[in-house]
């Protein structure tokens, strides 16, 4: 087990081994989870700060209850109604929330590089919960982490990330996940949303939905990203469910124990229909909690704790 680090900024600078340590310390974590008493002693003392500013259900309320299973203090940042909206900065925002004697801050943000830009300058630990287009690192981890607990493994399986894929954060960190464990991946989704240059990632990239879902393990649904896209990328949503929307149809061509993915928020009806959402073959919703398992061991390493103390 390999852990030197006092921040999380993004799964492209990390070594297998530390992604393998993230894993296997969440899984110590999971076992915590179902005990009558889930909580543990590893943060207390500490002060996380949830510094969201961008909306969010899962990524903040799991950081949230993640801290608190370790007995952390933890404080959520409400953008709309902090100092922001009256001109401060986010420097000046983070180094405030410092000076009160934060350990974690935890940053979703608009803009690509917030995190990095906080870690230059903060002492504290800095998790990224989600910058731009960029990355999203603990959404990567808790898909692998699900991924490597459903079929036993990553290396060598066919996963098939589908959606909009250039304005995808999560995309970019289950790429390098995946890449780095040695799974195939291949990319669908319109031209538009799947440029050709993802290859130099190391992906397929394949427009045809038929051939990219044939004999995928794995298929990863992602919602279009409206709120990053500055000019139509489609002809619409209609025009999108019949040509990538997996439906009950385009499920009869996959594989019959295919696991079916989603980071939430879905859009029923559109990347995906509420059968195939609600079936059998959907682990979305283990994927939101094990998202409790993998943030717990995320605030539990970048705080310095012995990454072999939690074990299954
Ligand atoms: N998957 C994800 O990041 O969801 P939220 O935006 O609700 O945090």
Known sequence: MTWNRRHLLDIESLSTEELLTVLDTARGFKAVGNRAIKTVPALRGKTVINLFVEPSTRTRISFELAAQRLTADVINF???TSSLKKGETLRDTARNLEAMNADIIIIRHSAAGAPHFLARFL???VVNAGDGAHEHPTQALLDVFTIREKKGRVEGLKVTVMGDILFSRVARSNIWALRKLGAQVTLCGPPTLVPRWFEQMGCRVCWDVTEALRDADVVNLLRIQH????QSMFPGVGEYRSQFG????????????VLIMHPGPINRGVE??????????SVILEQVTNGLAVRMAVLYLVTGNDPGFVRN
């Open 227 to 230: 709120e990053r896209q500055r």
């Open 246 to 257: 997996l439906d009950r149809a385009r499920m009869e061509g996959l594989k019959p124990d």
């Open 78 to 80: 409400n953008a709309d």
């Open 123 to 125: 002492q504290c630990s």
């Open 272 to 281: 995906i229909d509420a059968d195939t959402a609600d079936g059998d073959r």
